[in-house]
Every structure is written in C-alpha cells, then in structure tokens.
Nanobody, 124 residues
Framework: QVQLVESGGGLVQAGGSLRLSCVVS????????MGWFRHAPGKEREFVQA???????GYGDSVKGRFTISRDNAKNTMYLQMNNLKAEDTAVYYC??????????????????WGQGTQVTVSS
C-alpha cells in the first residue's frame, strides 16, 4: 500500500514563500508520476504541477513562474517550492501519485493515491 503525507503548509503574507513536502511510503516511489493539486472553498480541485519519474514536469497556468516542483527519489519525497504567493493561492494542497502518460498528468483521474492535504493560507 502506498501512503502519502504532506507537510509544510501554513500562514504566510502575500509575496512570501513556502515549501511543501510529500513523503511517500513504499519502494516504488521512483516509478510514479507525482502531482500537486489544490482545493479552495467553492472551487473545483485544481491541478498545480506534476513531475514524472524521469523528471519531466507540467504546471498549471495559475502558478507559472512562481512554483517549482522537484523530487528526490532517494528520499521518497516530492517538493513544491512556492514563491511570490498570492491570496488566491489559499487552498488545501494535496499530493498525489500515479502511473500515466505525460499527456494526462494534469487530470485527477490519472492518480491512484492521495495524501490528506495541507492548508496554505496567504494573507493579503
């Protein structure tokens, strides 16, 4: 069974930075595409960024140039560096894992495993 645990969320002022982490249990982390999604009140869950097992990444338009995804396969950990945060970035952030083609990494249905989420709140 694969389990995902996020950490690093919190309260930050607009313009600030946070780094989220997602630790994955199991021996097959390096074979999964890993993704970050977020869910704000009253909105649909939104794709943020994803990174394949080979390091190819994709991102949502709303975070272009501000967020950076990375992974450390030796530590079974994925990261999301978030810079220049805005009030509209406020949401619960979820990490997810799955096996898929690069064309589908932005789709929720492509992911098999999900974490419990970590709250990010940006004050304006």
């Amino acid at each position: 069974q694969v389990q995902l645990v996020e950490s690093g969320g919190g309260l930050v002022q607009a313009g600030g930075s946070l780094r989220l982490s997602c630790v994955v249990s199991g021996r097959t982390f390096s074979t999964y595409t890993m993704g970050w999604f977020r869910h704000a009140p009253g909105k649909e869950r939104e794709f943020v960024q994803a990174i394949s097992y080979s390091g190819n990444s994709g991102y949502g338009d709303s975070v272009k140039g501000r967020f950076t995804i990375s992974r450390d396969n030796a530590k079974n950990t994925m990261y999301l560096q978030m810079n220049n945060l805005k009030a509209e970035d406020t949401a619960v952030y979820y990490c997810a894992a799955g096996r898929m083609s690069g064309a589908t990494m932005s789709q929720l249905s492509s992911y098999e495993y999900w974490g419990q989420g970590t709250q990010v709140t940006v004050s304006s």
